[in-house]
């Protein structure tokens, strides 16, 4: 039986990284044998909090964190033979999570990477909650069963896709392949990155439907149009993504999405009165994101002080990936 251990990074986890802790000391997972946090310089007690519920606290400054550094530094400092990675506001969904993740290292001998889907939170919104369960709904296998990818099955060009999708926020790592493959040192898209290496290597990644964190972000207004630019500028920095700035396409793309949403709250038993609010929320949500995909898929041709401004981690770069490397 491999050997496990959970890495989380943190900064300023707050009650939902005590909600975590407390849902890991819960697992059923005999052969885990640590939880260990890196802690990049929190004010709020949490690199205490964590070693009070047991976890080993590796400490660094927030000027050493890096994405991919940070995990790379978290598989140094773990033991086990499989790491699963969580977020500090990712909070798995049952006791059975990590024996259901890791499980999935014992469905083929080239199996490097697994990850398991987002479940929105109670207080979600309609845009998040449909967006969610949509996008995962269509990984599982039939049944729900796991489902793997291999290389056969990126597509050419490359460009986003279930075989190519990994999440850090809920992922497991088979330690022998990360030994190979690290994590690239990049500001963004990590996970995305380590998923296409490990594919392009001759590995095998599995995405494992009933291994489920609660995971979910409803942002307020500006600071969700800087996420969203992160985002869409790290789909451009893999995949080259450039989505259309065409003012029709812009209006039309909203104005589908809104529909959408609408429909999806009143299927799901939203009275008249709770779906004409979540119709303006998600007229909003839509309207802001289709303007950041735009801006974020085109940050090459920003300045930099705009792009650092438009960021929420206040990225003024943008460095395509050379995939080859």
Known sequence: MRSLSVAIPVLNGGPLLGRVLDALVAQDAPNLREVV?????????SDERAAAAGARVVRISRAEFGHGRTRNLLMRETRGDVVAFLTQDAVPGTRGWLRAL???????????????????????????????TQMFGGMAGVGGTPTLYRAADVPRPLRPSPATFHTDANGALLREAWQDV???DVAYAEDQLLAIDL????????????????????????????????????LHEVYGTRTSARPRHLVGTVRRQTVEDRAWALQHGASRRAADRATLASLAYHAERAVAAAAGTRADRLSPRLRRWLSRDGIATVEPIDLDA
């Not at 946090?37 to 007690?45: A, I, L, N, R």
């Not at 080239?110 to 979600?124: F, K, M, N």
């Open 182 to 184: 690290p994590f690239r």
């Open 199 to 234: 594919l392009r290597a001759g590995w095998a990644r599995a995405f494992v439907p009933t291994a489920a964190v609660e995971h979910s972000h409803d942002y307020p207004p500006g600071e969700r149009f800087r996420r969203l630019f992160d985002e869409f500028r790290a």
């Open 37 to 45: 946090v890196c802690d990049s310089g929190s004010t709020d007690g």
């Open 102 to 132: 890791t499980g999935a290292f014992d469905l083929a001998d080239d199996v490097a990477l697994a990850c398991g889907p987002y479940l929105p939170r109670p207080t979600a919104s309609v845009a998040t909650t449909r967006e969610l």
